[in-house]
T-cell receptor, first 113, second 112 residues
Framework: ETGVTQSPTHLIKTRGQQVTLRCSSQ?????VSWYQQALGQGPQFIFQ???????GRGNFPPRFSGLQFPNYSSELNVNALELDDSALYLC????????????FGSGTQLSVL | SQKIEQNSEALNIQEGKTATLTCNYT??????LQWYRQDPGRGPVFLLL?????KEKRKERLKVTFDTTLKQSLFHITASQPADSATYLC???????????FGKGTRLSVIA
């Protein structure tokens, strides 16, 4: 077990709705990254938070947004859901200021109907 | 643009043989390269990290090489076991807090 927990584990939404996914980092980690993994693909980087500030963003539209809280837990929000947003969403934490050795949660499986 | 290629989407080998997985990258100058294992429906798990000034790194039955001239890393599992069956992901990484970018992965099946 990595100590990174994600909730919920599974979620079903309809197109156009909004969703919030949550992540609790491993103790002592202040860097959190979010990834989207479609079936049969590698994880795609969405964005990263470091000390509550966004610190890098992948090729995802603005309807993907996030937050990091003072206790280093994090949220991923997706507005105006589209069918293609169906994927496994992974949260990963790492030691302060580095992306050496990411600790991943088990993910949230999102289905958009 | 930066590109990561991992050899064949799927690799089948017999138990006891050595599995060799390849990770090639272009338009990168990574300071280090990481390998992760992912089981179905689970998040990736860190296996090994090799730095640009290291040629080879070992951990139990795992061996990783890193050739910055060829822009390639090889990942070997010796004496493979059915429990090694999983998808293996590579991530060449620039230094500091640069976000990890993963390849598509290679799905390894070890047949008893």
């Amino acid at each position: 077990e990595t100590g990174v927990t994600q909730s919920p584990t599974h979620l079903i939404k309809t197109r156009g709705q909004q969703v919030t996914l949550r992540c609790s980092s491993q103790s002592g980690h202040n860097t959190v990254s979010w990834y989207q993994q479609a079936l049969g693909q590698g994880p795609q980087f969405i964005f990263q938070y470091y000390r509550e500030e966004e610190n890098g963003r992948g090729n995802f539209p603005p309807r993907f947004s996030g937050l990091q809280f003072p206790n280093y837990s994090s949220e991923l929000n997706v507005n105006a859901l589209e069918l293609d947003d169906s994927a496994l969403y992974l949260c990963a934490s790492s030691f302060p200021g580095t992306n050496e050795k990411l600790f991943f949660g088990s993910g949230t499986q999102l289905s958009v109907l | 643009s930066q590109k990561i290629e991992q050899n064949s989407e799927a690799l089948n080998i017999q138990e006891g043989k050595t599995a060799t997985l390849t990770c090639n990258y272009t338009n990168y100058s990574p300071a280090y390269l990481q390998w992760y294992r992912q089981d179905p429906g689970r998040g990736p798990v860190f296996l090994l990290l090799i730095r640009e000034n290291e040629k080879e790194k070992r951990k139990e039955r795992l061996k990783v090489t890193f050739d910055t001239t060829l822009k390639q890393s090889l990942f070997h599992i010796t004496a493979s076991q059915p429990a090694d069956s999983a998808t293996y992901l590579c991530a060449p990484t620039n230094s500091g807090n640069t976000p990890l970018v993963f390849g598509k992965g290679t799905r390894l099946s070890v047949i008893a």
